[in-house]
């Protein structure tokens, strides 16, 4: 069973999830939260093995996927939004999303995104211009890591090979996120 938690701050997406999730064989619902903070205690409490995560949750939904993804034990994400293109798949590769669906996905799409995130594939893989495009919001010293997280390299050997301890990682991380976001004009309008 594929124990799957919904974080998203429309309470009817959120039931409408259930109610989909409910009848679907093989994947449970397991806790649902309204904002990243609630998420985070929900993950903690329930241990999810895939997280469906809507990109402009309160507190960030970013944010929480890479919380999530730096968790332990990490669970699959699923970044879902109704702004799913090439340039949040660029940002959500970056916080460590394993795929992005946008919220107009029919439940067939969700069900196999869920399913394969659980089996630890990466789904999300954005075009190289986006990627170029992300890249020129940054400084010369952040392009390692956003080079080496585009590539699916481990944080933690990321923060090794940088000699970066954890919080000064973390930030540089959630700043190259933010700028790439600015750049990609992917806050919320």
């Excluded at 879902?80 to 992005?100: C, E, I, N, T």
């Amino acid at each position: 069973m594929i124990r799957v938690l919904i974080a998203d701050d429309h309470p009817a997406v959120r039931v409408g999830l259930e109610r989909l999730l409910r009848g679907e064989p093989g994947i449970a619902h397991v806790g649902s939260a309204g904002t990243a903070e609630q998420a985070l205690g929900e993950a903690a409490r329930v241990s999810p093995d895939c997280a469906v995560v809507d990109y402009q949750l309160p507190g960030g939904g970013l944010d929480l996927c890479w919380s999530l993804k730096n968790g332990d034990p990490a669970p699959g994400v699923i970044v879902y939004s109704a702004f799913a293109g090439d340039g949040l798949a660029v940002a959500a590769r970056l916080a460590g999303a394993d795929d992005l669906l946008d919220k107009a996905a029919p439940a067939d799409a969700i069900f196999e995104s869920i399913r394969l995130v659980a089996k630890g594939n990466r789904e999300i893989h954005p075009p190289r211009d986006a990627l170029v495009r992300g890249s020129q919001a940054l400084e010369a010293e952040d392009l390692p890591i956003f080079g080496m997280l585009v590539e699916g390299t481990r944080p933690r050997d990321i923060a090794e090979t940088l000699k970066l301890d954890g919080p000064q990682f973390d930030g540089r991380v959630r700043h190259v996120l933010r700028r790439v976001e600015e750049r990609l004009r992917l806050s919320a309008p």
